[in-house]
């Protein structure tokens, strides 16, 4: 029982992630599978438009690896807590739909189609459900940009690292009160030894937390690259905060 103990311990956000995605990878290929068998009638049929098709975004997996990026920063402490609200109000939204109709919404596809379908499109529509994946989607993407400098040098200097990420992916959709919350939020960074700490978990070397980063790294890759072709399709990927 100890021997159990200790191996449950030895989960990380990072570890659960990438078990999160890889099962997502399974979902996906079952999906598009049933998914081609379908298109010819539905081209036929003309039921859906063309962009629709192998677009498959599972919705819970999705929404799971969003709460990993939640739990560690209920770890780093209250540093974070304005990102940390805006993730949480968004997973519930989408969670509230799903839960609305399971199987339909198992595609996070369907949720912003439903949403599209009855505001019409434009930016001037409040479309919560798109903004909600657009906004956590972008949270995901500094995540990953942070991971990917922490994966090339564990020893880098975290406001920096922090700073550049934002930089390259929020910075460009903040408005000026979300760009000065954020400037507000980096002076409490905590060093990079801490959070290399709440990342890696214990008894874990340092080559090992690599490889581990580059493995969650390359499967979170290509889910943030499709889901940012979804929402270029649907004109969805313009939007900026206040």
């Not at 799903?98 to 019409?120: Q, R, T, W």
């Not at 930016?123 to 922490?150: E, G, P, V």
């Not at 992916?169 to 409490?188: D, M, R, Y």
């Amino acid at each position: 029982m100890k021997r159990r103990r200790d191996m449950e311990v030895e989960s990380t956000e990072i570890t659960i992630g990438i078990e999160e995605l890889s099962m997502m990878k399974l979902i996906k290929v079952k999906l598009i599978k049933h998914d081609q068998q379908q298109t010819a009638a539905n081209l036929v049929a003309n039921h859906d438009n063309d962009k629709d098709y192998n677009y498959h975004i599972p919705t819970m997996p999705f929404l799971s690896i969003s709460n990993l990026v939640l739990q560690v920063l209920d770890k780093i402490g209250p540093t974070m807590a304005v990102l940390r609200q805006d993730i949480f109000q968004n997973i519930q939204k989408l969670e509230k739909v799903h839960d609305s109709d399971p199987a339909l919404y198992s595609n996070m596809v369907e949720i912003l189609k439903k949403e599209i379908i009855s505001e019409g499109n434009g930016t001037k529509c409040s479309k919560t459900c798109c903004k909600a994946l657009l906004w956590l989607t972008r949270s995901l993407d500094f995540t990953l940009a942070l991971l990917q400098l922490l994966a090339d040098d564990l020893e880098r200097n975290m406001v920096q690292a922090v700073q550049e990420s934002y930089t390259n992916t929020l910075k460009p959709w903040h408005g000026w009160i979300s760009s000065a919350a954020f400037k507000v939020a980096l002076k409490l960074v905590p060093e990079s030894k801490g959070l290399i700490t709440i990342l890696k978990g214990k008894d874990k070397n340092n080559d090992d937390f690599k490889k581990e980063l580059r493995t969650f790294i390359s499967l979170l890759t290509p889910l943030l690259k499709e889901i940012h072709d979804v929402l270029g399709a649907y004109d969805l990927d313009r939007l900026k905060s206040t």
